[in-house]
Structure formats: structure tokens, C-alpha cells
């Protein structure tokens, strides 16, 4: 009997602090934090992009309006710099033949041009 008692006050007590946790960490806490960025209305396709740099397109040294200019607007972007390696990321989605779309092409700024390009 000892045995139940704990459990059904230590499940109390669990479920206290999940309610608890769950009402001062509510997901809107966080969205203005948020550095990743959608891009509404996307006119590029990662498909292409990655067509593009699989036959030669160099995109290093590019400014980020010549890359719109180019390629147009990533799905999203992460303006979560990575000390010495980037300032930004550009994240360029592909459409895979079943119709699923997966991140395939990531384009890396530092001090507004292009330093590396990486396909997946």
C-alpha cells in the first residue's frame, strides 16, 4: 500500500510540473526569437538550383541580390551566424519524385556574398 502511495504522489507531482512547465514555456514565448525565416510565396526551386551548380554555376562571390537575381528566393533563411564560418544561410528545398520535399541546397553568406555552396 506504501508502494501506490508513492507513485499516485509522485504522478501528482509530475503532472503539476508539466502543467507548470507547459504554462511558462508556451511556444509563443520563443517565436519572436525565432532567427529562421520562410519565405512566403518562394519563386525558386531547389530542383533547379541544384541543376544549376551540378553543371558549373559558380555562386561564390555573389551578393544576395544577384543570387534573387539569379535563382531567386530561398525557402527559408537562418541568420544564425556561426562564428568564422557564416553570417547567414540561404536553405533551398527540392521536390523528390514521390512529391516529399527535403532541404538539397544550402547557400552560406558572410558579409553579404556567397563563401560556399553545398548540395545534398
Not at 530561398?74 to 556561426?82: E, F, G, I, L, R
Request: charged share 30%; proline share 2%.
Amino acid at each position: 500500500m506504501l508502494r501506490l502511495d508513492y507513485l499516485l504522489k509522485r504522478s501528482l507531482f509530475l503532472s503539476l510540473a508539466l502543467g507548470i512547465t507547459i504554462t511558462i514555456f508556451s511556444h509563443d514565448s520563443f517565436a519572436e526569437d525565432d532567427p529562421i525565416v520562410v519565405a512566403q510565396g518562394s519563386k525558386s526551386s531547389g530542383n533547379e538550383v541544384m541543376k544549376a551548380v551540378e553543371a558549373g554555376k559558380d555562386f561564390k562571390g555573389m551578393t544576395k541580390e544577384e543570387v534573387v537575381a539569379e535563382i531567386g528566393e530561398p525557402w527559408s533563411k537562418d541568420s544564425t551566424p556561426v562564428k568564422a564560418r557564416y553570417d547567414e544561410k540561404w536553405i533551398y528545398s527540392c521536390e523528390a519524385k514521390d512529391g516529399l520535399t527535403y532541404d538539397c541546397v544550402y547557400l552560406y553568406f558572410m558579409g553579404g556574398r556567397v563563401i560556399n555552396v553545398e548540395v545534398l
